[in-house]
């Protein structure tokens, strides 16, 4: 979720106060007493669907979860909202492969008539399952190409662009991901392209196009392993020392994060397969694998600047839509499978160095003694079913227990983060399924 940058500077005086206070109370009761004393600072909030009219103090939703069509809903509002003129978002990313959604990118730049196969291109690869598993996910991209259209009607070309910020080919296919590679690498350096494919082509195959995180796991040999991630770290190698020379080239420096993404696939299959084999060396700590590449992707992204006459500093400014799990700003220990956690909020929290600028994600269903049922408790008090909360209107008697570790649903498994890593929350009272995709063509007219 982001909000109006006057809003994200706390109080350090609110703070120093509040770091004296003493803990004698129950956990019990300092939920109860954060319960009746935020209830009265909730924020209504009356729609979910995008509206460019808005009030100073209107806050979105800009998390997705895969099940909650008004959670998707609103991250597409947010995108309407933030990426006015004087807001400045002109990025969305999401938790899809990088390499895959170069497509979406030049789409929303273009803005031209795709052919039937580019159509199906930009949907059946450019967006990794959750998000192309159910319409409101593609809505997103729809609602963005709405922005951009009327950003061209009235000539400007600040356009809103879109990025992926997960590992290529997710848990499933690397044909199309390597494949984008060999293309520029092909047409570039012919001879490195050439002796490359032939090493890695047998282990693509092995691979598989349906269930390439198992095969890694479970076909490929130790020494094809090995020989996978050495034949990443050469292409990497290669399009790093060749950066300077394609210095301005934009699809070279895709190809390159491209590449460091596959790089980084291939280095959580690794982390994956320790967490689920590792019983004698113990190399797994945690499954940081993806966190990693998300947190990298998101510095590149910023760092980017995809057109001569956009500003380096128009840039700087991203839309993240993302799980709970993956937004979180501490680490704690998890469960046997994610073990100690280190999420990629918590990464590029520090990488930045900005404490107070934040990406925070909306509440699924938790646990009774979770943080939903707190909420809840604050809905019913304040008489307001959607309602946004932001931390540091909390009075005292909220702090301690903002600062206490509870648990939160997101999808079929519990997290557990305490409130104060977001800078607020987001609560809704009644949500649906979203609607799965049933193969209808989206069509550009």
Known sequence: MWWRAETLQFDVRYIQQQAIMPVTRSKTQLKRNHEAAVAENAIPIERLTPNSEHSDNTTHNAAFFQSLSGAIQSSSASVVMLSEDKLGFTVVASESGLPESRVISNFLQNLRKLSCDEEDELWAKGLNKMYSAWAEGRDLIEWMVVCNVAQLMRGRDNFVDYCGLDIGGFYSDWTHPISMIQRYIKQHFPQFERNWSQQINPLLNALGTSKARYNYQHVLTATEKNKLALLLDELVNMMSSKRDELEGDLDAEWTRQSAISMQLAENYYRNYEHMSTDDITKKYAGLNGREIAMANNILWRLKLDCSTV????????????????????????????????????????????????????????????????????????????????????????????????????????????????????????????????????????
């Open 310 to 445: 956009r500003s380096k500093n128009e840039q700087k400014k991203m839309i993240v839509i993302n799980h709970v799990i993956h937004t979180k700003t501490a680490t704690q220990y998890q469960d046997e499978i994610w073990g100690h956690f280190v999420p990629m909020g918590q990464m590029v929290k520090q990488m930045l160095d900005r404490p107070n600028e934040r990406i925070v994600a909306t509440i699924p269903p938790p646990k009774d003694d979770g943080l939903e049922a707190t909420m809840k408790q604050v809905s019913e008090k304040s008489g307001i079913k959607n309602f946004f909360l932001h931390w540091e209107t909390a009075p005292s008697d909220a702090f301690v227990y903002l600062h206490s570790v509870t648990t939160i649903r997101e999808n079929d498994y519990f997290t557990r983060a305490f409130p104060l890593e977001w800078n607020g929350c987001i609560y809704l009272d009644h949500v649906k399924h979203a609607t799965p995709d049933d193969g209808v063509k989206y069509r550009m007219n």
